[in-house]
């Protein structure tokens, strides 16, 4: 038996093909990041992407997931606060795969 659940194929995040395990949408995501530092959440894009999962916390659809969203944040942290990277990672848990 099945649960009424969504497909797999539809559950994966549109930037890694990954399942979305963690469903966190950019929005809630980018409301944390202003949380903690208003100016760079302001400086954040939302990416208007949906798949089948919807955000644990506001329950709107959403395509990119919380781990490819936090990169692109740090990403936009490194250019513009370099400074506030290591905090960043800190306090979201954000690994960065060791470069090969
Ligand atoms: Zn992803
Ligand atoms: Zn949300």
């Known amino acids: 038996m099945k649960p009424a659940q969504i497909q797999p194929e539809e559950a994966k995040c549109i930037v890694c093909q990954e399942a979305i395990t963690n469903p966190i949408c950019p929005e809630c995501m980018r409301k944390?990041?202003?949380?903690?530092?208003?100016?760079?959440?302001?400086?954040?894009?939302i990416p208007k992407s949906e798949t089948g999962v919807r955000c644990l916390f506001c329950g709107k659809y959403m395509g990119v997931c919380a781990h490819c969203y936090s990169e692109e944040a740090d990403d936009l942290i490194g250019r513009k606060r370099p400074k506030?990277?290591?905090?960043?990672r800190e306090i979201f848990g954000l690994r960065k795969e060791a470069q090969i």
């Open 32 to 45: 944390q990041i202003k949380g903690w530092h208003p100016s760079l959440g302001e400086s954040l894009v």
């Open 84 to 88: 506030l990277q290591k905090e960043f």
